[in-house]
């Protein structure tokens, strides 16, 4: 056998080893990749999820309740999209009993996603096939007072921000004319975007750009519902984190209607309990708290 007819019997021998090697690698990796694809796909759900909303509806009749949660608000919007509040028992994390709730639909089958939302809350969607059933929103139950005592020296009082998003459809120069230190997010490219970045700016508020989120498409937008609060649940909501944390930021749209409500409040308590201060100072407490020199309170130092 010539040099010419080895050389293509040792390529085919070397072709047919990397075949088989392959082949066997695809049959070791199958089952685990399997794993990924249930594991890792869009539905959490252990099979398939109910087409049939009576059934969803009757899971979470059930499941609700058992997880020892109290309906505190319910509406129907527009899309005929049921969103709810509930509140978890206290003691208890929000996200723990989403995780539970979440265990409890893979059982059954039914289609439960989890949304992360922020340290206090769980977001809950649940889907009868394709289409959005119910959106949850669990709440904590805080305690009944965390308003921490009067502090004569401000540098010892926690740091409490106010954001106000949205702002450049009309003008607010009676808004940002107020007293108090706020941070004003305006849209850039609407009718009075400049002119309230302008009038901010003079009454040394301070002014960031607010970069508004892509459009959702139609089935996003639907599930994406807002969840409306009172400003008597915003303020427990604020002096609990102020309370635990030192410090903390509110971000509000210029339109929602607990706006007024919650300036007024922050109004009257900043004169004694809490210390108002502009968002980039809340980013670094320790620059701004204490004298040169001094440490900072340690319920204000960064984590």
């Known amino acids: 056998m010539g040099p ?28 685990f990749l399997a794993r990924m694809v249930v594991d890792g796909g869009a539905r959490d759900g252990g099979g398939p999820a109910p087409a049939d909303p009576a059934e969803v509806d009757a899971f979470l009749a059930a499941a609700l309740p058992a997880a020892g949660l109290t309906l505190r608000h319910s ?5 005929g999209l049921r969103t709810e509040t509930w509140a978890v028992p206290p003691g208890r994390a929000a996200e723990e009993v989403a995780q539970g709730l979440r265990q409890a639909a893979r059982a059954e089958g039914v289609e439960l996603h989890l949304v992360p939302r922020d340290e206090l809350d769980a977001l809950v969607r649940v889907y009868a096939g ?35 998003g949205g702002l450049g459809e009309r003008e607010a120069a009676a808004l940002v004319a107020t007293p108090l230190p706020l941070t004003v997010a305006v849209r850039p490219f609407l009718p009075h975007s400049l002119a309230v970045a302008r009038d901010a700016a003079r009454a040394w508020q301070e002014v960031l750009v607010d970069v508004a989120e892509p459009e959702l498409d139609p089935a996003a937008a639907r599930a994406a519902v807002p969840f409306a609060r009172e400003v008597t649940e915003l303020q427990a909501r604020i002096t609990h984190l102020l309370a635990t944390r030192g410090r903390t930021a509110v971000l509000l749209e210029h339109d929602d209607p607990a706006l007024p409500g919650l300036l007024g409040w922050a109004a009257r308590v900043a004169g004694s309990r809490y210390r108002l201060v502009l968002a980039h100072e809340l980013a670094r407490p320790e620059d701004t708290v204490g ?13």
Do not use: C
């Not at 540098?155 to 921000?161: A, D, Q």
């Not at 004298?291 to 309170?297: C, D, V, W």
């Open 75 to 79: 509406q129907v919007g527009a899309e």
């Open 4 to 31: 010419g007819p080895g050389r293509a019997l040792s390529g085919r021998v070397l072709a047919l080893g990397l075949a088989l090697a392959l082949g066997m690698a695809g049959l070791w990796a199958a089952p």
């Open 130 to 164: 394709s289409a959005p059933r119910r959106a949850l929103l669990l709440v904590p139950t805080l305690p009944a007072d965390t308003t921490p005592p009067a502090a004569p020296n401000r540098r010892e009082r926690p740091l409490l921000g106010l954001v106000i």
């Open 291 to 303: 004298l040169a020199g001094e440490e900072p309170p340690a319920a204000l130092s960064p984590p």
